[in-house]
């Protein structure tokens, strides 16, 4: 089964970016889609953006025009591109795996294999 692996995270002010990375263990990475999640203190975890097998994207509204989802097929890594950055994106940050249909790819249930997460603070 594929592993996933975070990396990227860190402490930002507001108004910066950050590149999260997410990188499969096997080139069987591009056969699944890859989604973003993240969770931040004592709130429920929630969808960001993914990229699927087909390559379009989707993303949550907090964060369109400001996150980039894309996919490097030759080095099986998956990024997050994080601008303008805002104190309410703080929080632990997962990539995931799975293959949902369109209607259940922000259902953190659809995706059956998770990295371990990585850490995003945004000071104000």
């Known amino acids: 089964q594929v592993q996933l692996a975070e990396s990227g995270g860190g402490l930002v002010q507001a108004g910066g970016s950050l590149r999260l990375s997410c990188t499969a263990s096997?080139?069987?990475?591009?056969?699944?889609?890859i989604a973003w999640f993240r969770q931040a203190t004592g709130k429920a975890r929630e969808f960001v953006a993914t990229?699927?097998?087909?390559?379009?994207?989707h993303y949550a509204d907090s964060v369109k025009a400001r996150f980039t989802i894309s996919r490097d097929r030759v080095r099986n890594t998956v990024y997050l591109q994080m601008d303008t950055l805002k104190p309410e994106d703080t929080a632990v940050y997962y990539c995931?795996?799975?293959?949902?249909?369109?209607?259940?790819?922000?259902?953190?249930?659809?995706?059956?294999?998770w990295g371990q997460g990585t850490q995003v603070t945004v000071s104000s």
């Open positions: 096997e080139s069987s990475l591009s056969t699944y889609g």
């Open positions: 990229i699927r097998q087909t390559s379009t994207t």
């Open positions: 995931a795996a799975g293959r949902p249909i369109l209607s259940s790819i922000r259902d953190p249930n659809m995706y059956g294999v």
